[in-house]
């Protein structure tokens, strides 16, 4: 049987309707991971769970093991990765707040971060082909959920991955616009490589939470970014639940 892993991000450090199972504390060679393995029962599938930011969102973008996390999530087995991030809207298609987005493409603005497992230790240098980040079978299984769930879905999108913790000036949004990003988060990357790496089929469910920085006049509060990440969140659990049966 295929194994099943989802990253939950902002918003995600639960999955409530997961029926839990046990938990496991995985090392890795690259230390530890943000949390304990959750194991747990999804839609009638075995899943495993890993918060991203830590069981009680405590670990920063910037600071997140993504080494870590790939690696003890592909030693559990999980061939397949659900990744959750919440993000802003910047192109005019997906400034609408709750929006559901499966990105297609990565521009990595992020800096910094351990961002690969080949590193001097090992004797011959890989480049893996990173043309498409997503893994398309699993992108299609997505919008297919999506779509029969009648839930608002865009089915492409590029992802602009940013450093954080703070959000971006008007004018990097505006550079990331003409960049072609049309959403941004700062968890995109560099998770999504790593996946590739190590070879795992790696899809991301993005939540537009706001508008980016400049799209709108006033800011949207942070108490607002909250409401949206808590209603959003029902939409994305509604989603896996629907997208765990359809993969085979
Ligand atoms: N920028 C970066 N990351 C984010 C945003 C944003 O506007 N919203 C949610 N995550």
């Not at 075995?46 to 405590?58: A, I, K, Q, Y």
């Not at 703070?166 to 072609?180: K, L, N, V």
Request: net charge neutral; charged share 20%.
């Amino acid at each position: 049987m295929t194994g099943i892993a989802i990253i939950g991000g902002s918003g995600l450090t639960q999955l409530r309707n997961l029926e839990i199972v046990r938990r496991e504390v995985v090392r890795t060679p690259y230390g530890e991971p943000s949390a304990p393995m959750v194991y747990g029962r999804l839609s009638g599938r075995e899943v495993v769970f890993l918060p991203r930011h830590g069981p009680g969102h405590t670990i920063p973008p910037h600071e997140v093991n993504y080494r870590a996390n790939i690696w003890a999530l592909k030693q559990t087995g999980a061939e397949r990765v659900i990744a959750v991030n919440a993000v802003g809207g910047i192109s005019s298609d997906y400034l609408e707040s709750m929006v559901l987005v499966i990105p297609d493409q990565i521009i990595d603005y992020t800096w910094g971060r351990a961002h690969t497992f080949f590193g001097s230790e090992q004797k011959k240098v890989t480049h893996v082909d990173f043309s498409f980040p997503y893994c398309e079978a699993l992108r299609g299984i997505l919008i297919d959920a999506a779509t029969r769930s009648k839930l608002p879905v865009r089915d492409r999108g590029c992802y602009g991955a940013t450093q954080g913790p703070r959000f971006e000036t008007a004018a990097e949004i505006q550079r990331m616009e003409r960049d072609g990003a049309d959403i941004v988060g700062m968890t995109g990357m560099p998770e999504a490589g790593l996946a590739r790496e190590v070879d795992l089929c790696y899809a991301c469910v993005a939540l537009v939470v706001n508008p980016a920085a400049g799209k709108v006049e006033k800011p949207i509060s942070l108490r607002e970014i909250e409401a949206n990440l808590e209603s959003g969140m029902a939409r994305v659990r509604q989603l896996l639940e629907q997208t765990i049966p359809l993969i085979s």
